[in-house]
């Protein structure tokens, strides 16, 4: 992937293009590039942080398991999703596994040369705070959900999420297709495949969504907005 490439990719993240433009040549610079096929692991639970990554191609799942083995998603990263800073600042282990959900790329920049940055631009420190608190406001929201929202209000909320990206640097239209399965949502949402499928349905009932194979599509963005609070 070249750099031409890699620059409107990163420029999908509003976060990324806060940046000072020296410190966005700097972080491109250092970066290697990193395939992976489906599958295939970024990294584990209680692995040390080795660095900071960005998406550039496929999508990457984030998700833990249960003492019953069952694996609970927490969310997907998209191109232009940065992840893995949150080691890197407080020196303890991840807190999640990461995996290739399809072939990706994904640039990475290693703990060494992320500190080195951060010793000789120290101002970069407000960026990433800014970073972690939309981290912070988007696990307050999914806390919220638990104790106060019905289920379909969850899996809209989620939709919309994935939708937008955890940054929100998608544009939400009528019309505004998203890959993912049912067995995915249910996952993501601690019910079953069977329950979200009902959902869905109802959902396409109301003209909200259109479920097709494997993908939705939104067809009234504003009731489906409205929907997440109930």
Not at 107 to 116: C, E, G, T, Y
Not at 124 to 131: G, K, N, S, W
Not at 149 to 163: D, F, N, T, W
Request: glycine share 6%; with cysteine.
């Amino acid at each position: 992937m070249h750099l031409d490439t890699i620059r409107p990719i990163l420029s999908q993240s509003p976060w990324f293009k806060s940046l000072p433009q020296d410190i966005i040549e700097q972080l491109v610079t250092a970066a290697k590039l990193k395939r992976l096929e489906t599958g295939q692991l970024v990294y584990q639970k209680h692995d040390l942080g080795d660095g900071l990554y960005c998406v550039m191609s496929g999508k990457v799942r984030l998700s833990n398991v249960t003492l019953e083995g069952k694996e609970l998603i927490l969310t997907w990263m998209q191109p232009g999703n940065w992840f893995g800073e949150i080691s890197l600042f407080d020196g303890l282990p991840r807190a999640h596994d990461a995996h290739a959900e399809t072939p990706c790329e994904l640039l990475k920049i290693s703990s060494h040369d992320f500190k080195a940055l951060l010793v000789e631009h120290p101002t970069l420190y407000p960026h990433f705070m800014r970073l972690l608190c939309q981290r912070i406001r988007t696990t307050f929201s999914f806390i919220d959900e638990t104790g106060s929202l019905s289920l379909k209000g969850k899996l809209c909320g989620r939709i919309l999420l994935l939708a937008e990206g955890l940054e929100h640097q998608a544009p939400i239209e009528n019309g505004t297709t998203l890959r993912i399965s049912q067995e995915s949502l249910a996952l993501m949402l601690h019910s079953s495949r069977q329950t979200v499928n009902k959902l869905l349905q109802e959902l396409q009932a109301q003209d909200v969504i259109q479920v097709h194979y494997g993908q939705m599509t939104i067809i009234d963005y504003m009731k489906l907005k409205t929907l997440c609070q109930i």
